[in-house]
Nanobody
Framework: QVQLVESGGGLVQPGGSLRLSCATSGIVFKDCTISWYRQGPGKQRELVAIITRDGIPDYADSAKGRSTISRDNTKNTVYLQLSSLKPEDTAVYYC???????????WGQGTQVTVSS
């Protein structure tokens, strides 16, 4: 059974930081490209950051300089460090995995990030 379980969300003040985690099971983690998406209230889901099988990161323009994606292949977990958070970063953050060998993709259930004073 495939599971992607996000955690680390919560309420944070503007300018604050959070570290999100995506713990996976049931997938060939080292064969996966992993992404973080977010969906704000009344908005479409959008890409935040992506990390390749080789650990190469890339970021949406809105996340550059304020986000760091990383992966730990020994723990089958991906992290998203968010800093200098703004109210417009308020969203549900989702983890997404694309498994290259099977060409299958999977989503987590999401974790809520709320940026408010």
């Amino acid at each position: 059974q495939v599971q992607l379980v996000e955690s680390g969300g919560g309420l944070v003040q503007p300018g604050g930081s959070l570290r999100l985690s995506c713990a996976t099971s049931g997938i060939v983690f080292k064969d996966c490209t992993i992404s973080w998406y977010r969906q704000g209230p009344g908005k479409q889901r959008e890409l935040v950051a992506i990390i390749t099988r080789d650990g190469i990161p890339d970021y949406a323009d809105s996340a550059k300089g304020r986000s760091t994606i990383s992966r730990d292949n020994t723990k089958n977990t991906v992290y998203l460090q968010l800093s200098s958070l703004k109210p417009e970063d308020t969203a549900v953050y989702y983890c997404h995995a694309f498994e290259w060998e099977s060409a299958r993709m999977y989503w987590g259930q999401g974790t809520q990030v709320t940026v408010s004073s």
